[in-house]
């Protein structure tokens, strides 16, 4: 079964850093692309970062490149997005999202997502 | 940029009713769209990928289409579990993008 458990989130102070991590199972993930989505309290989704199955190409929405850094470690099958220069607006539940494709499709989509782990941007 | 614009935001129905919600793109994006639903709380959950496949295990009430650059979710006998919020998501280029939402409630 696959699972994706987000953690690393918490209350930080504006211009702090965070570091997310999410711990992947029941799948072979070098096989697949990863992502980070957040969702503001109230709001709608907010597609983050992609990085592919290697890590040899990321890409990040606009609001938070040079900020935020996705990475991965496939020998521990974990996803991290290092964040920084943290602001009020980034206040966020932040899911990990698996990029898969469905039997014989070449259609990407989300199929698996985590639960989320909060992260408050506040002073 | 490619925007996705959800219609309507929010809908009130009622058991049995036949629901469409519509996801509008600024650009073409070819099928490279899904739609997700999410109950409050809960991480969303795929329904529809490549603008018309029904996701693995999601119920035949659920359907979807397109037309040009106008994509549309269809849930033709709405039931209890199916309120909830609903996204689409255009998968065609960067950065991807999520519509506003349509927050399905019982009437």
Not at chain 1, 45 to 68: C, H, M, P, T
Not at chain 2, 33 to 48: E, F, H, M, R, S
Not at chain 2, 75 to 103: H, M, R, V, W
Request: proline share 4%.
């Amino acid at each position: 079964e696959v699972h994706l458990m987000e953690s690393g989130g918490g209350l930080v102070q504006p211009g702090g850093s965070l570091r997310l991590s999410c711990a992947a199972s029941g799948f072979t993930f070098s096989d697949y692309w990863m992502s980070w989505v957040r969702q503001a309290p109230g709001k709608g989704l907010e597609w983050v970062a992609n990085i592919k199955q290697d890590g040899s190409e990321k890409y990040y929405v606009d609001s938070v490149k040079g900020r935020f850094t996705i990475s991965r470690d496939n020998a521990k099958n974990s996803l991290y997005l290092q964040m920084n220069s943290l602001r009020a607006e980034d206040t966020a539940v932040y899911s990990c999202a698996r990029r898969g494709y469905g039997s014989g499709s070449y259609f990407p989509s989300y199929d698996y997502w985590g639960q989320g782990t909060l992260v408050t941007v506040s002073s | 940029d490619i925007q996705l614009t959800q219609s309507p935001s929010f809908l009130s129905a009622s058991v049995g009713d036949r629901v469409t919600i519509t996801c509008r793109a600024s650009q073409g994006i070819s099928s490279y769209l899904a739609w997700y639903q999410q109950k409050p709380g809960k991480a969303p959950k795929l329904l529809i990928y490549g603008a018309s496949t029904l996701q693995s295990g999601v119920p035949s009430r659920f359907s979807g289409s397109e037309s040009g650059t106008e994509f549309t979710l269809t849930i033709s006998s709405l039931q209890p579990e199916d309120f909830a919020t609903y996204y689409c998501q255009q998968l065609n280029s960067y950065p991807l993008t999520f519509g506003g939402g349509t927050k399905v409630e019982i009437k």
